[in-house]
Nanobody, 118 residues
Framework: VQLQASGGGLVQAGGSLRLSCAAS????????MGWFRQAPGKEREFIGS????????VYADSVKGRATISRDKAKNTVYLHMNRLTPEDTAIYYC????????????WGQGTQVTVSS
């Protein structure tokens, strides 16, 4: 399985981001795709996830209302859209995947840097 995250960059506070995660290497039926981030000096933080089949989403309280995760089955791509960004959203953003039966995420993308300027 390969996950390729893209779309990071420099964003002004109050703006929005749209990250993509292109997935390949298997069919993702019954899999879950997640987004995480890690800010400098902080632990990795779960942002949210989406089930491949039904598109059911779960979000962390810290981003609820600002983040939207979606997927395009035809493109094998998962998206993270976040708005009302603040400098506290500066981090490396990772996508990850796991089977619905797994307790932890099995595959990780390389991460994409998002920097929010004040």
């Amino acid at each position: 399985v390969q996950l390729q995250a893209s779309g990071g960059g420099l964003v002004q506070a109050g703006g929005s981001l749209r990250l993509s995660c292109a997935a390949s290497g298997r069919t993702f039926t019954n899999w879950i795709m997640g987004w995480f981030r890690q800010a400098p000096g902080k632990e990795r933080e779960f942002i949210g996830s989406i089930t491949w089949n039904l598109g059911t989403t779960v979000y962390a309280d810290s981003v609820k209302g600002r983040a939207t995760i979606s997927r395009d089955k035809a493109k094998n791509t998962v998206y993270l859209h976040m708005n009302r960004l603040t400098p506290e959203d500066t981090a490396i953003y990772y996508c990850a995947s796991r089977s619905s039966a797994a307790r932890s995420y099995m595959y990780w993308g390389q991460g994409t840097q998002v920097t929010v300027s004040s």
